[in-house]
């Protein structure tokens, strides 16, 4: 009973989520936490699809700063959850797990010096 709570509790506020992102004209991946591997896959990724990126961002703020939203129809085309980072972030996690699995760490192998 408390499983199902939380899944709908879930599906309510991931619904919530992407109604405001859709409202800004954001996709979810447009506002990650730039960690090291996210500000990696950002560099990697195809100049158009970060041109787009950004002017996603400069959009939102300025709708922000004009206490506005993106008009119905237009938030209505929108798919907040669409991936266009995803696929970079994977080939990340996969080579530094493949790095990981040759004892590779930062450029280095533990077994120099031994």
Excluded: C
Aim: hydrophobic content about 40%.
């Amino acid at each position: 009973m408390m499983q199902s709570m939380w899944k709908r509790a879930g599906v309510a506020f991931r619904g919530k989520v992407g109604k405001e992102l859709a409202s800004h004209g954001l996709l979810y991946e447009d506002v990650l936490i730039e960690t090291p591997e996210v500000k990696l896959a950002l560099s990697r990724l195809p100049k158009d699809v970060m041109n787009a990126r950004e002017i996603r961002l400069k959009r939102a703020m300025v709708l922000s700063s004009q206490q506005k939203r993106l008009p119905p129809e237009v938030v209505a085309m929108q798919d907040p959850w669409k991936p266009y980072l995803s696929p970079y972030l994977d080939a990340i996690e996969a080579e530094k797990d493949e790095m990981k699995e040759l004892g590779i760490s930062d450029g280095r192998s533990t077994l120099i010096g031994k």
